[in-house]
């Protein structure tokens, strides 16, 4: 049991590092003052971690934020471009898993939505469920 527990220490290890590294190779696409740049890792590892709901105050909260002024400020007014970021991660996937006979398949299939009276939770296709009816 141990020897499963370090070698998902080590796979977590690996991961977190190869994080860092796309989070510094597209952090030079949010400003000069490296705050947004901050923000925008931050909120990345917040999307990727155990934050129960996905919003600013969740996200700002699990970053020991006392507001969430720096995620919106990244959300709503900070200037940047999704186009070079898109590059940049297309280059590092690339990089990464890419041969000469490599192709690469997106798979669109999303997750069921729970519940009947939130906004947005009305039945959608789903590769996974099929099509709504």
Known sequence: MRRAIVQD???LDVWSAELEELLVR????FGRSGL???????????LLG???RKNSW????????????GLQHLLSRACW???EIRDDLQEYVA??????????IVDDTGFLKKGTVSAGVQRQYSGT???CN
Do not use: F, W, Y
């Open 58 to 69: 969740q996200l700002a909260e699990h970053a020991g934020h006392g507001t969430p002024a």
């Open 36 to 46: 947004t740049a901050a923000d925008a890792s931050l909120c990345a590892h917040g």
């Open 81 to 83: 471009n999704p186009d």
């Open 129 to 131: 469920a099929g099509a």
């Open 9 to 11: 220490d080590v796979q």
């Open 26 to 29: 597209i952090g030079r696409r």
């Open 95 to 104: 990089e990464k898993l890419g041969t000469s006979m490599g192709v690469l």
């Open 50 to 52: 155990p934050v129960g």
